[in-house]
């Protein structure tokens, strides 16, 4: 039952905002195959936005708090985004915040 309240409030926090269609601005349009091929500066850039997004959703669940730290993202969405490189980002991280959330539930 606890993990699929889990999932459900996982689900909730990053499906509800999706039926307001909600616009993604910055790194996040860009394909996966560009995070897979960036390096150096613009790797930063990418990881830069994807924190920023992560931190939203941790901000707006305002009950979970995601213990994981930058190397971890960066892995996580790497081996993502290699493996869906027609994807956008924002599907990775949004992909990666339901991971967060269920992983930080009590």
């Not at 996966?32 to 790797?43: F, I, L, Q, T």
């Amino acid at each position: 039952m606890k993990n699929a309240t889990t999932i459900l409030i996982a689900a909730t926090l990053l499906s509800s905002h999706d039926a307001f269609a909600w616009k993604v601005l910055g790194q996040g349009n860009l394909s996966c195959g560009s995070w897979v091929k960036s390096a150096g500066p613009e790797r930063y850039i990418y990881e830069t936005w994807l924190l920023g997004f992560i931190s939203g959703t941790q901000y707006g669940s305002k009950t979970y708090s995601f213990n994981v730290d930058v190397d971890a993202i960066d892995v996580y969405m790497t081996n993502y985004c290699t493996a869906h490189p027609l994807e956008n980002i924002v599907q990775g991280a949004k992909n990666l915040a339901a991971d967060l959330v269920e992983r930080s539930t009590p």
